[in-house]
T-cell receptor, first 112, second 112 residues
């Protein structure tokens, strides 16, 4: 079993839809959860960083963590064509020199 | 705009060439990273510098040689590369080795 599982998609939605992106992880020692957005041929851009169960909201983006189920989600409200990108979850354990464990990334297309 | 700056954006080199990739950040971060990313894959960690000292080398071949001249700069020296080394090379920084990572736009390397 991979440490972090993420469905690579592709996911295609109409403009204005609510998008749900998800990752599951296997190690309960993982404590820190990130979502990155990556446009084609660009570096990953940090969207959300959380470390506790529950929801964290930033504009149209909501990150949700359920540590009991080892499940994290990113919701995008009122999706726009400019949201078309690959979304990667990344998870860290506690301790020094925390290494990121990455999901495969989900490719999202928002159609006008 | 990212606050991690990478140069050059594109590099084409032959297998006998010597070249360098450069990275600069002015956020006062004390940890800097090199990642390699192939198409449709997540980033793979290569090296971590923590407080200007190499703290992680992910068994990277010696044809890749990192250097951290000071807390703001990170170089990756390239020598005798193979065509399979063609990839997007990403630099990242974090406030300390336990923080969230901020990435540059990447240097796209093609080895002929």
């Amino acid at each position: 079993q991979k440490e972090v599982e993420q469905d690579p998609g592709p996911l295609s939605v109409p403009e204005g839809a609510i998008v749900s992106l998800n990752c599951t992880y296997s190690n309960s020692a993982f404590q820190y959860f990130m979502w990155y957005r990556q446009y084609s041929r660009k570096g990953p851009e940090l969207l959300m960083y959380t470390y506790s169960s529950g929801n964290k909201e930033d504009g149209r983006f909501t990150a949700q963590v359920d540590k009991s189920s080892k499940y994290i989600s990113l919701f995008i409200r009122d999706s726009q064509p400019s949201d078309s990108a690959t979304y990667l979850c990344a998870i860290q354990n506690a301790g020094n020199n925390r290494k990121l464990i990455w999901g495969l990334g989900t490719s999202l297309a928002v159609n006008p | 705009d990212t606050e991690v700056t990478q140069t050059p954006k594109h590099l084409v080199m032959g297998m006998t060439n010597k070249k360098s990739l450069k990275c600069e950040q002015h956020m006062g971060h004390r940890a800097m990273y090199w990642y390699k990313q192939k198409a449709k894959k997540p980033p793979e960690l290569m090296f971590v510098y923590s407080y200007e000292k190499l703290s992680i080398n992910e068994s990277v071949p010696s044809r890749f040689s990192p250097e951290c001249p000071n807390s703001s700069l990170l170089n990756l020296h390239l020598h005798a590369l193979q065509p399979e080394d063609s990839a997007l090379y990403l630099c990242a920084s974090s406030q300390d080795p336990s923080g969230e990572l901020f990435f540059g736009e990447g240097s796209r390397l093609t080895v002929l």
